[in-house]
DNA sequence: CAATGAACACTATGTTCATTC
DNA sequence: GAATGAACATAGTGTTCATTG
């Protein structure tokens, strides 16, 4: 049976969230990775973060666009902003009940083992 | 850089603390896994432990020694009890030092997530 | 079935390579 | 350096096989 969830799958949460609220980009979300788990000695590959963006396209729940990052006509620096299907919207909801009890059951195993060995 | 810690780790810490405590043998270490983390639905993989136990025989941290299980002369089958050595009782020492910091990071990570999700 | 261990296979993830602006 | 992506390598771990009482 399972130990701790899976990178993937604690980043894929915040990915389909992200792309909800149209937040960007591949390259923005590793950024707001970085800075938002700076504190926990945490970053996640760029790998990883393109393979979920991959995988969320081919199951339906995203849709990709090559856009221009700039309203400057002189950056041409492409960039493939993401929207939610409506499929990926229900998959969206579904998910975040799933991880409620995946992160609840993960914070409690940490947990446990901080009370057996240190309390 | 690292997500959460890697269950030999997480595993490693109760076992070296059952042994300082003279609990038991590998197979019963297993079982106590399964009684300890029922409730989280996390029974670790029997080779896990072995493997582990292997590993800290081979970094001298604990010693091996024969035995027969029971009191009970016909009873014949085989365990092997483990037992600290000096060295293995200072690498627990920093090993509890060093985990009580990654469990914590760890923790905070979920959390961290929960909050970011779910309030 | 209890107990131990090795061998093997898989898959999750990190590193490297490649390309464009 | 920003941005995307594929290809590759490896480590961590689970499954299976083997053996003994």
Redesign the interface.
Known sequence: ?????K?RA?LK??VM?WIQKNKGYGYQMLEEFDE??K??????AHSEIYTILKELWADGYVTRDKKLRGSNPEDFQEIVLYRMTDKGKNELEAY?KL??VE????????????K???S
């Open positions: 049976m399972a130990f701790l969830l990178q604690f949460l915040y969230e938002t788990f504190p926990y000695g945490y970053s996640p975040r991880m409620k992160l609840e059951r993960c914070e409690g195993l940490l947990r446990k083992a901080l057996d060995h240190y």
